[in-house]
């Protein structure tokens, strides 16, 4: 029996040593990944996705946690992905992150793994979905995605989520700098923490206002609420579980497959992405040509379109037409 039969056969009994095996093979594309989730494939999609994310130091963790307790109150098992920050310097938060939530391990209704995100290419995210459906087809039922930061990184990884909840927190001229960042555009449902500090109310009502303003149409007629809670103080916990619940009832009422759709689209889109890179990068022998082209002094730019002119002529050939043609 092969390694990946072995995980597989050992994950889909709830084997929690599998499952991190599954994870860790997703993390560093090792290709036996692609054998486990080929072959729990028909167990994912029964877990709901909520990908968290927010400015650094917004209370995501603490927020998450909360999370949990709600849902282990309720009986139902939780998968949590912390994703971490590329920035070496929010390490002690991290770590911190780890020691808090550290102390669940104990609960077999829960999950925890936290992965480094790494490299370019969209590999992060490629590697965030694959571990949340590797959980998935462990059968966790709720599953939470943290990712810190407002960028187009974290985008992708939170975007293939079925509900995206963005935290933010007064202070440091947050909401403003939301608002710029375009974290709107991806939020399902909108969370002031700290509501026990000041400034949380104006931020809340700046909040509400730009989304009023903000085009429903490409949401497909969702207005993203705003709510406000205290995660440190777990004050308002349930009005957050309230609007992630109600996303849920939203997208379930006949737009959850088409939301689906456009994410696997999405996974196939960036798994591509990457395997035609590696493919060509490194099998096609793109890395040395582009070192002999940087060696005679081209820009960067003069590789790329050299190198993509290549693979041009190289399709029309393989395809038998233009390029012999002429
Ligand atoms: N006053 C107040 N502080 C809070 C609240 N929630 C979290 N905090 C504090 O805010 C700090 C950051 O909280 P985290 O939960 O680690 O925030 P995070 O968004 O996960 O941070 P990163 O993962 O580092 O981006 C911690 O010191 C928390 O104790 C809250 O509701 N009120
Ligand atoms: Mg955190």
New binding site residues.
Partial sequence: MSAAQGVLDRLVTGDRTALARAITWAESADPRFRAVLTGANERVGRGWRVGIT?P????????TNELISAHRAAERSVGVLAVDPSSPF?GG??L??RIRMDGRTSDEGVFIRSMASRGSHGGIARATVDAVDAMDAFGLEELLI?T?GVGQAEYDVVGAADTVLV?LCPGAGDGVQALKSGILEVADVLCV?????SGAERLAADLEEAVSLRDVEPHGGWVTPVVSC????SEGIEDVLAALSLHRTWLEDGRLEAHREARRLAQVHRALAEAVDRELWEAFGWRERAVRLLADGAAHYDVVADLIEELRVQTRTAAGGGASER
């Avoid at 205290?230 to 103080?233: K, Q």
């Fill in positions: 927010g650094p130091g917004a209370g995501k963790s603490t927020l929010t938060a991290l911190g992150d943290e810190v935290v923490n700290k509501a026990d500090l205290s995660a440190g103080t």
